[in-house]
């Protein structure tokens, strides 16, 4: 059965109230109009949650299920405590934030994210009923050197080491740092050379390998959403720059639903 591709714009720390109604509206209005035949996210900062989660209150469908779903762009790795600055996924659960980005290249590179700190936030986040959005990706002198199939494998085999058997309930996004926010992508056949060498790693640690979502996380736009969502291994995008523009935002949704 063929699977719904998933679209999670990653609004990053951008958007103010005025320009956050602007854009949803715009988005809710186009989906409500259209009907996509995908899954869609929002991964917005932390202080807007509770005004976009009005959005996915309402933007039910016939059948009561809300066509947009809400996303926090990270988590802690701690259930509570002396944590000052962090937020719980016990907290965004309230919220019904369903779905919360971790690993982020942007966290592995200024935060010094390891490994296994990405893990254990995947980890509380699924304990919590979220679906962690898991990043791997490799640098450019990883990329230059050749090494981006051993990156990408060290990274998730962290994830899979602690969160085993449910592994076949995250959702994964190779982002190439090279190619984020820098106006370059990998082409389709280069994406989904990695998405598929990512494929047999999950076949190799869980039998529900196939139920995993692994999303393209490189600058896709709406110039170059179907080439990439065309590959067998794409399952959808993690979109940064061009989820903040609802007419690119909603191209790139419209590409997801063929």
């Known amino acids: 059965m063929k699977k719904n591709k998933l679209i999670a714009g990653n609004w990053k720390m951008n958007g103010s109230f005025g320009a956050n109604q602007r854009l949803m509206d715009e988005i809710l209005t186009g989906i409500e109009a259209r009907k996509p035949a995908c899954e869609i996210a929002v991964c917005v900062p932390f202080p807007y949650l509770v005004q976009v989660q009005d959005y996915q209150d309402r933007s039910r469908d016939d059948s009561g299920e809300p066509m947009l779903h809400l996303g926090a762009q990270d988590v802690s790795a701690h259930k509570a405590g ?46 919590a009923g979220i679906t962690p959005i898991v990043c791997v990706g490799e640098t450019l002198a990883e990329h230059e050197a050749g090494q981006t199939e051993s990156v990408v494998k060290r990274q998730l085999a962290a994830v ?8 076949s309930e ?17 082409t389709p056949e280069q994406a989904q050379a990695v998405h598929a060498v990512l494929r047999a790693q999950l076949k190799a640690a869980t039998e529900h390998a196939d139920r995993v979502k692994i ?9 170059n959403a179907a080439s990439l969502l065309g590959q067998p291994d794409i399952d959808g995008g993690l ?20």
């Not at 999303?215 to 110039?223: D, F």
């Open 170 to 186: 995250i959702v994964l996004a190779y982002e190439p740092v090279w190619a984020i926010g820098t106006g370059q992508t990998a």
């Open 215 to 223: 999303l393209y996380g490189g600058s896709m736009n709406a110039a």
């Open 160 to 167: 899979i080491h602690t969160n085993g058997h449910c592994i």
């Open 82 to 127: 002396a944590y000052t600055g962090e937020v719980s996924a016990s907290m965004l659960r309230e919220l019904n934030v369903a779905y919360a980005i971790v690993g982020h290249s942007e966290r592995r590179q200024y935060h010094f994210e390891s490994d296994a700190l990405v893990a254990e936030k995947a980890q509380q986040a699924l304990a």
């Open 239 to 258: 979109i940064g720059g061009a989820s903040l523009k609802a007419p690119d935002f909603l191209t790139i949704i419209a590409a997801a639903s063929v």
